[in-house]
């Protein structure tokens, strides 16, 4: 779903648009965007453990220069950042509040948001509960979470958004937002 999300941005120009990423772990989707033209990208990521290896990949592609990264929660970031493009590749489903997500998200666009999530559907759900079981029987604190796909849309709308690229899969719903408002 990724590719689906990239791919079409592409399609729609990156020469020097900017772009953030939440919860981009190493990085491969902004080297992606970088490399079709971006002229810069900021990664937010919520754990530490991504920081050593995407410092890494950026200095042996030569983009170390042109990646913010930062350590947070993107909620919580976002009301300092403004890009052209945002994207959530697998995000909206490791946060338990959709709305807060999004409106950060949605705030921080002037053109795309890019957001991958979980399909509502039986398979979907079957998975996240054993994987949440799993993680609390381990001692995890980390919990997965099925947002409504309408009320993701939805959110969008509201905040001036419209999709204009759609994809999925058996698991997972890709959607590309641009703002129209």
Not at 48 to 65: I, Q
Request: charged share 25%; net charge neutral.
């Amino acid at each position: 779903m990724a590719r689906s999300m990239i791919d079409y941005m592409v399609s729609r120009g990156m020469e020097g648009r900017s772009v953030i990423e939440a919860g981009g772990g190493i990085g491969a989707i902004q080297i992606e965007l970088l490399k079709a033209g971006a002229d810069r990208t900021v990664n937010v990521e919520l754990s530490e453990g991504y920081e050593r290896t995407a410092r890494r990949l950026l200095a042996a592609e030569g983009l170390s220069d042109r990646v913010d990264r930062r350590v947070g929660d993107f909620t919580e970031v976002a009301p300092d950042l403004q890009a052209d493009d945002v994207v959530m590749n697998r995000v909206i489903c490791c946060y338990p509040f959709m709305e807060r997500l999004m409106g950060a998200a949605l705030g921080s666009s002037r053109r795309f948001l890019a957001a991958a999530f979980p399909r509502d559907r039986l398979p979907s759900k079957i998975g996240l509960t054993f994987g949440n079981l799993y993680c609390k029987v381990t001692g995890v604190d980390f919990r997965s979470y099925i947002h409504s796909p309408k009320a993701i849309v939805d959110t969008a709308r509201a905040a001036g958004f419209q999709p204009v690229h759609q994809d999925h899969d058996f698991i997972w719903n890709a959607v590309v937002f641009e703002k129209v408002a």
